[in-house]
């Protein structure tokens, strides 16, 4: 990868587990660019969990008067991402509702979704957790939101890609 900085999706859902759906999407590019869309639940999404609301911030109400319908939000995002690769630091839960998503539209992703763990270094994953930390302290964003949480993914792999191909013994 010539670029310091990977495309990063993420997404925000109703809850987890097999019931749970896409509520909204956030994507950042190598090159800054940004993507955000809130998702209005498919007429057979029913599943809500509170628990993720607390955490997210996003009522269903909310989502159902100001969502985009699945059929928008597939359209923008392969439009927005063409056929580039996008990571996700949490593919296991992400690819499920990627998938859900996109077969719920009708449709089919322009672009691939791959783990973070595919491009990370053994010495970028022992110091992810302490730098990731140190990256939402700096950024200080306000809310957990999908968006948010791209930049942040992005963010911790620019600082440990540069840290980790520092010297042994430079300073940080």
Not at 12 to 37: H, R, T, W
Not at 51 to 76: D, F, N, T, W, Y
Not at 98 to 104: G, I, V
Request: include cysteine; aromatic fraction near 10%.
């Amino acid at each position: 990868m010539e670029n310091r900085r990977p495309n990063v999706i993420d997404f925000e859902a109703s809850g987890f587990g097999v019931d749970s759906y896409p509520i909204e999407v956030g994507v950042v590019l190598a090159d800054g660019q940004k993507c955000c869309a809130l998702i209005k639940p498919a007429q057979s999404w029913r599943f809500w969990d509170g628990e993720a609301e607390r955490v997210h911030g996003l009522s269903r109400e909310l989502l159902l008067a100001h969502g985009k319908p699945i059929q928008v939000v597939v359209g923008e995002l392969n439009a927005f991402l063409g056929n580039r690769v996008v990571y996700s630091d949490g593919w296991v839960v992400d690819k499920p509702w990627l998938s859900r998503l996109y077969y719920d539209a009708h449709a089919q992703p322009s672009f691939y979704l791959s783990p973070l763990e595919n491009i990370l270094k053994e010495s970028q994953m022992a110091i992810w957790s302490e730098i990731k930390h140190e990256v939402i302290e700096t950024l200080a964003l306000q809310r957990h939101r999908a968006s948010s949480d791209a930049l942040i993914v992005q963010e911790t792999f620019a600082r440990t890609r540069e840290i980790s191909a520092l010297p042994a013994g430079s300073p940080a």
